[in-house]
């Protein structure tokens, strides 16, 4: 058997990672960070417990990856559903309702990255992360903006706080206040984005499914197109 190209073996290695970063946001949602070790992430991954620091110094880089990783994938299909758009408006909107949702929708893992990226050293400037704050800073020149990296550097800033205050202990904010805040400074219509109602019509399997996200090759099928080809 003729031996595999090195494209084939760079494919495995990036798939091999996804797999580590997709078990990495499931069991910190399920378990907490403290809970999930890296010999668990191992193994929900189907690798081998050496792939796991091979790929990542530790625990806490790991995870912090894995959630740059779903917060990228988050982003870039909320500006990339239907019906496309170029609106800078729109797309701006798109993106505040989607980092809030993850607040909503991923409570434990969103609070635990919070806390993480605020250790010494905390915040590292990942691939994940650096793809994340390529989108973000596109979204902000769609929107009009004339410093780029200025107006990238607050929307963060105000993602975060919003997150922060969202999942705040005993005295968290709603998030639809803190939408109306993050709409109002933007100047954005409440119609804008993606409405709660909307995301509710749908049945809401692919919306659990965070394996959308991870390029592993086994994401299902979601969409109109997927649902039409279910059996009756």
Not at 89 to 97: F, K, L, N, P, W
Not at 117 to 125: D, N
Not at 139 to 155: C, K, P
Request: hydrophobic share 40%; net charge neutral.
């Amino acid at each position: 058997m003729s031996p595999r190209s090195a494209s084939v073996n760079e494919e495995l290695r990036r798939r091999s990672r996804e797999r580590l970063l997709q078990a990495a946001v499931e069991l910190v949602s399920e378990r907490g960070y403290e809970a999930t070790t890296l010999g668990d992430i191992a193994d929900r991954a189907g690798s081998a417990r050496g792939l796991v620091s091979y790929y990542f110094p530790g625990k806490r880089r790991l995870v912090q990856s894995a959630v740059h990783r779903l917060m990228h994938g988050t982003l870039a299909e909320a500006l990339e559903r239907e019906p496309l758009t170029e609106d800078g408006r729109e797309r701006m909107a798109r993106a505040i309702d989607a980092i809030l949702g993850l607040a909503r929708d991923q409570p434990v893992l969103m609070r635990q990255h919070m806390a993480g990226i605020l250790q010494a050293e905390g915040f590292v400037q990942c691939p994940e992360q650096q793809r994340l704050s390529q989108l973000l800073r596109d979204t902000v020149a769609r929107h009009g903006s004339e410093d780029v990296e200025a107006d990238y550097a607050m929307l963060r800033a105000l993602l975060m706080g919003a997150v922060f205050a969202a999942l705040v202990p005993g005295v968290p904010m709603s998030v639809p206040v803190l939408r109306a805040e993050l709409f109002k400074r933007y100047r954005l219509d409440w119609e804008l984005g993606i409405p709660s109602d909307t995301e509710a019509a749908s049945d809401g399997t692919c919306d659990r499914d965070l394996s959308r996200f991870f390029a592993t090759g086994a994401a299902p099928e979601c969409g109109p197109e997927a649902r039409t080809a279910q059996p009756k």
